[in-house]
């Protein structure tokens, strides 16, 4: 086995283990785990929502490095193309989640804190 198809598994399985406790909404709002867009901090509600969606779309990503990882080592653990293929569709994963968090964002309740001050 090739130490990019070690990479890869082990990236894989990092987002899901990572992506675990925001499922299971075991992160209280913080400023350094989860996923810190605006709208997640209006509301423990919202952190939990928004938490708990990007936290699934971030365990399929790991699965889908798992499941490229897996088909390529089956396919052949030499072919070239195919490392190019799973790492554009990795990426297709990464933006994905950026996208789905930024929808799901949209559709929760409240404004984004006002960060100016009165004058």
């Known amino acids: 086995m090739t ?7 082990c990236v894989g399985w990092l987002l899901i283990l990572v992506a675990l406790p925001l499922v299971l ?4 709002m913080n400023r350094w785990y989860g996923v810190k867009l605006p709208k997640a901090y209006v509301s423990d509600e919202n952190w939990i929502a928004l938490n708990a969606f990007g936290g699934k779309l971030l365990m399929m990503a790991g699965a889908v490095i798992l499941l490229m990882t897996g ?3 089956v396919i052949h653990p030499e072919w070239k193309r195919f490392l190019w293929v799973s790492m554009c569709v990795e990426l297709s994963m990464v933006f994905a989640v950026l996208v789905g968090c930024f929808w ?3 559709t ?7 960060t100016k001050k009165n004058r």
């Open 25 to 28: 909404g075991w992160v209280p």
């Open 108 to 114: 929760l309740p409240g404004k984004k804190r006002d």
């Open 3 to 9: 130490y990019h198809l070690i990479i890869h598994l």
């Open 71 to 73: 088909l390529r080592f």
């Open 104 to 106: 799901k964002a949209s």
